[in-house]
């Protein structure tokens, strides 16, 4: 049946599942007892397993000293993360995380493993897994077995190696038939940068006039290919420029004393996490590093007048924090807080310029 469902791209192994079966038809829910298997666009293929779950104890503080894995019988949805002659199959839930191995068309089952404490404290592993993947996944030219852990990346590596050894022209690497890449894009933006600046004139702080420039540029952002696409680093460039003149009070008047001209290329490398709302829009935050190189760096003092501030640096460095909006991550609305960077060489006037962004982008 091809239905909406409610993608709520799912950190566990979900239980019960929300759907229409038109767009503005009622919201209604599936689980395990009414469906054996479902997909969601071109993500992932879940299905329905009923088998003995082994408690592996990996996330659990206290392990015990029985090196046995009890199991426990349930039925739940799996998640398929590769597909091949042999197929491995993740569960996450229950505080736990248990990977299932399916040969051919045969019914997936859970690969057993326990953490357990020895007589001197240390964590031993049952690598019973190891075992299983012997048994039914034979080939010469896989992986050493010895080498293989109790993980994702690990066993796909496994499973990939004996698909290839038994067909040399096996895709081992999709999911649901899509291949999982890294995408990287270009996106073009535009907005307004507000700058703010102060500096010290006969050790008092003055501040100038705050100002907004129009701000242009690219960014280059790679979604990560693990995730459910809600990870990437990203780079960008971007040119803004600020002029403004600092101020004092006298005779009940601003008298100008100084004035800053500054343009400037602001390069930006980052990551981005994606927290989805639903299927297509997200939030997201970005964190990263920013390089500054002032094209243009003039300070110029008015006569009688003498700053603390003597020769701008023509290189800044400094960090930054943002959140915004997307919608399919092909347009954004966006914020950025650029933290205090020092522009003058002596270190007696540090952290004075701060600097404050939003901006519009698009996908190219």
């Known amino acids: 049946m091809v239905c909406y469902i409610k993608n709520k791209r799912w950190l566990s192994s979900p239980d019960r599942v929300s759907y229409q079966t038109k767009k503005n038809s009622e919201v209604e829910v599936f689980d395990t007892s009414s469906v054996s298997e479902f997909k969601v666009g071109n993500g992932p293929l879940f299905i329905r397993v009923t088998a003995d779950f082994p408690v592996t104890n990996q996330f659990k503080k206290d392990k015990g000293t029985n ?31 248990v990977y299932l191995l399916q040969v051919d068309q045969d019914k997936p089952f859970p690969l057993l493993y326990k953490q357990y404490i020895s007589r001197i404290n240390d964590i031993h592993e049952n ?23 109790y993980n994702e990346t690990s066993l796909k590596s496994y499973v990939e190696s004996y698909n290839r050894c038994m ?33 010290i004139i006969y050790s008092t702080d003055v501040d100038f006039e705050r100002k907004i420039s129009p701000t242009l540029g690219l960014e280059m952002e790679t979604i ?19 002029t403004s003149n600092g101020t004092e009070d ?78 399919g991550q092909k347009y954004y609305l966006s914020a ?3 933290l ?23 996908k190219l």
Request: proline letters at 2%; aromatic letters at 12%.
């Open 167 to 199: 067909d040399p022209t096996d895709d081992a690497a999709t999911v649901g038939g899509k291949e999982r890449k890294a995408k990287t894009r270009l996106l073009v933006f535009g907005g307004l940068m507000g700058y703010k600046f102060q500096t």
């Open 340 to 362: 205090s960077t020092s522009i003058n060489r002596d270190v007696m006037d540090v952290r004075n310029l701060e600097r404050f962004e939003v901006a519009a982008k698009i």
């Open 127 to 149: 690598n019973i897994f190891r075992r299983q993947l012997l048994e039914h996944l034979s080939c010469e030219s896989a992986n050493d077995i010895q080498t293989v852990e």
């Open 336 to 338: 950025k807080l650029y």
């Open 224 to 242: 990560l290919p693990f995730n459910n696409n809600k990870w990437s680093i990203f780079v960008s460039g971007q040119y803004a420029s600020f």
């Open 67 to 97: 090196p046995k894995p009890s199991l426990q019988n349930k039925t739940v949805f799996v998640e398929r993360l590769n597909n091949g002659k042999a197929s491995l199959y993740v569960f996450k839930g229950d505080g736990d995380r």
């Open 250 to 327: 006298a005779n009940m008047m601003k008298v100008k004393v100084a004035k800053i001209e500054l343009s400037q290329c602001i390069f930006n490398l980052g990551g981005r996490h994606y927290m989805f709302i639903n299927d297509k829009s997200s939030i997201f935050i970005d964190l990263g590093a920013v390089f500054d190189y002032n094209i243009k760096a003039e300070y110029e003092d008015m006569p009688g007048y003498i700053s603390i501030l003597s020769n701008i640096h023509r290189v800044n460095f400094g960090g930054f924090g943002g959140f915004g909006y997307s919608i």
